[in-house]
């Protein structure tokens, strides 16, 4: 099956500075590949997504980016706020014919923006 | 549109103990799903419902945990007995298994704590 992982597992930046988050999947048929965020105590919310034939996509100031051939995909959050501060959770999935999909997640990453 | 709706919150129970988790996924969605998020991780699918059929229960560890989805809305989530391991937030989320997105949303879940 499906195998994700994400990087770093925690990560601080200051107010207004850039943050990256790293992902790597293992099934070269996984063609979906959202981001979602999770505040404290609250339920994962999807803030953006891409699929297999994009290589990126923004939306204000959040980004992400995907390398099929190194089967690898990013986050990129800019100019960092405070309420950026949440865990952030990659997902890999197919979408097999005739069935909804599935999401394998990743571990999770604490993202703290220092004012 | 009313969102993914989850009962109880939170739960705590002696080991050995059974407790049932219930989930009323957002109207007219047909997938739902069952995930288990233990603290520190990304939430690991148990189990999957397209309408009241099961699509894939491979991660469900059947020996204590059953689910149910009557009649193809609401869902029933039963761990009889529990672990001290089984403790976790229990996530529930529905999808309209439809369209290129098809994304899932999730419910508040239900943090469970074994003693």
């Known amino acids: 099956g499906e195998n994700v992982e994400q990087h770093p597992s925690t990560l601080s930046v200051q107010e207004g500075d850039s943050a990256v988050i790293k992902c790597t999947y293992s099934?070269?048929?996984?063609?979906?590949f959202p981001w979602y965020k999770q505040e404290l105590g609250k339920r994962p919310q999807l803030i953006i997504d891409?699929?297999?034939?994009?290589g990126e996509k923004k939306d204000q100031r959040i980004a992400v980016t995907l390398n099929k051939t190194a089967k690898h995909f990013s986050l990129h959050i800019t100019e960092t706020q405070p309420e950026d501060s949440a865990v952030y959770f990659c997902a890999a999935s197919r979408f097999p014919s005739g069935s909804a999909r599935q999401l394998t997640f990743g571990s999770g990453t604490q993202l703290t923006v220092l004012p | 549109e009313a969102g993914v709706a989850q009962s109880p919150r939170y739960k705590i129970i002696e080991k050995r103990q059974s407790v049932a988790f219930w989930c009323n996924p957002i109207s007219g969605h047909a997938t739902l799903y069952w995930y288990q998020q233990i603290l520190g991780q990304g939430p690991k699918l148990l189990i999957q419902f397209q309408n009241n059929g099961v699509v894939d229960d491979s991660q469900l560890p059947k020996d204590r945990f059953s689910a149910e989805r009557l009649k193809g809305v609401d869902s029933t989530l039963k761990i009889q007995p529990a672990k001290l391991e089984d403790s976790a937030v229990y996530l529930c989320?529905?999808?309209?298994?439809?369209?290129?997105?098809?994304?899932?949303?999730f419910g508040p879940g239900t943090r469970l704590t074994v003693l």
């Open positions: 989320a529905s999808s309209s298994g439809q369209g290129a997105r098809n994304e899932q949303f």
């Open positions: 891409i699929r297999s034939n994009v």
């Open positions: 099934d070269s048929a996984s063609n979906y």
